[in-house]
């Protein structure tokens, strides 16, 4: 089973650890503001890492688009 993750935000730290899992496989989904989800559209999310470059066209949602139950949710506060 593959859960469904959530991260809120896509800034240094959301943004970080979403794209490692994404690009380790997982099923990540971004949740953002409407101007940070246009700026994701157009640019990608490009991280540069001494463990490893990547840059991926990431799943996105605002909160007024949230389509159902994640499995996980990650979040900058606790």
Do not use: C, W
């Not at 409407?34 to 700026?39: A, C, E, H, I, T």
Request: cysteine-free; proline content about 8%; aromatic content about 6%.
């Amino acid at each position: 089973m593959n859960p469904k993750v959530l991260i809120v935000g896509a800034g240094a730290v959301g943004g970080y650890f979403g794209a490692r899992m994404a690009t380790a496989g997982h099923d990540v989904t971004f949740l953002v503001r409407p101007n940070r989800l246009q700026q994701l559209r157009t640019d990608g999310l490009r991280l540069v890492s001494p463990l490893g470059d990547a840059s991926l066209a990431p799943k996105m949602v605002t909160s007024d688009g949230i389509d159902g139950p994640y499995d996980v949710e990650g979040s900058k506060n606790p």
